[in-house]
């Protein structure tokens, strides 16, 4: 039997080795997200009678509720296995240099496109729970920045803390009808994000004065490098052993409500989070940083 996937950001990253991992599971047809054109290509050569394309920019309110009435319609009495938010935006800036655009694009990809997939898509989820032995299920692919604020990045910050906040509270209302909500947390991982993250912090100042580019350069150590091209590489994850996990989640018959998917998930969700009183915490993240304040 068919199961329907609806997969955002299957474009890049860890959304895209998910799709190539769902694709070797017969059962499963992936409806994915796309927004640039030359995407079209690689899915084509992946095989359109397994994957169906939607285009949308997932910034746009009106392109998530187009994207919602097409997966009612192509999933129709069947219901919705799965969908799964993997689609993310991030950006690094102090917030004297930081722009409300990107703020709002940051939530609104991050926290309102998940939101709304889900409100949108509800009934199709409780139909696949009502008609199957397994429910239906949610996998929000959250952050450890959703449990624990770094510094210099306030809006992935707060998005992802949002997410994690409405995962958690839907979790308990839609289990009433059977769907499983559950929050994925992702170690830091090697994809396009870490090198988009860096450089943003860099363009975010450069139109500031010297003394000013003085200062938080001196700050801005964590950022001087993508941590995939440096000595800490070995240590992160790759995009596939993250899609391997989120894929064994999506496969269990009664998720968790949450999985720190990552050594350093862990520690940050369960120890950093929950354990350290606040002063160490923040200690610990300005060693972490290079703060010099
Ligand atoms: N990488 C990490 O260290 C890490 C750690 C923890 C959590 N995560 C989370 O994991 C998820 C996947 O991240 P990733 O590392 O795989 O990032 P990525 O490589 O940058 O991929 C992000 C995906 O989101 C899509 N996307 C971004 N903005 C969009 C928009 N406006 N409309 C439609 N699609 C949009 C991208 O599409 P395009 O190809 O069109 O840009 C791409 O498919 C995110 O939610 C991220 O926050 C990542």
């Known amino acids: 039997m068919i199961k329907y996937v609806l997969l955002t950001g299957g474009s890049g990253g860890i959304g895209s080795s998910i799709l190539n991992k769902l694709l070797k599971e017969p059962m499963y047809h992936i409806i994915v997200t796309y927004r640039k054109d030359e995407q079209l290509s690689l899915f084509e050569s992946m095989g359109y009678n397994r994957i169906t394309p939607l285009r949308a920019d997932l910034t746009e309110a009106d392109d998530i509720k ?31 240099y930081a722009s409300e655009k990107k703020a709002r694009d940051l939530m609104e990809v991050n926290y309102f496109t998940p939101m709304m997939l889900t409100k949108y898509l509800l009934n199709e989820l409780k139909v696949y729970s009502h008609k199957n032995d397994v429910g239906a299920r949610v996998l929000n692919v959250t952050s450890w920045a959703g449990v624990v604020a770094q510094p210099f990045i306030p809006f992935y910050n707060a998005s992802k803390f949002a997410i994690m906040g409405f995962s958690e509270s839907i979790y308990y209302d839609l289990k009433l009808d059977g769907i499983h909500v ?16 860096t450089s943003s912090a860099f363009e975010a100042i450069s139109t500031a004065s010297n003394s000013e580019k003085e200062k938080y350069e001196k700050n801005f150590s964590m950022f001087a490098n993508d941590p995939s091209q440096g000595p800490m590489a070995r240590f992160l994850s790759t995009s596939d052993q993250a899609a ?25 969700d369960v120890f950093v989070a929950k354990l350290l009183p606040t002063r160490l915490r923040l200690g610990m993240m300005k060693r972490m940083y290079g703060l010099k304040t």
């Open 244 to 268: 391997n996990r989120i894929i064994k989640i999506l496969d269990k018959k009664r998720p968790k409500a949450r999985y720190s998917i990552a050594n350093d998930a862990k520690v940050m």
């Open 182 to 197: 559950v929050s994925v947390i992702p170690g830091i991982t090697i994809t396009p994000l870490l090198s988009k993250t």
């Open 66 to 96: 187009t994207t919602s009435e097409a997966v009612k319609r192509i999933v129709g009495k069947k219901g919705l296995y799965a969908l799964i938010n993997c689609a993310g935006l991030a950006d690094a800036t102090p917030l004297a």
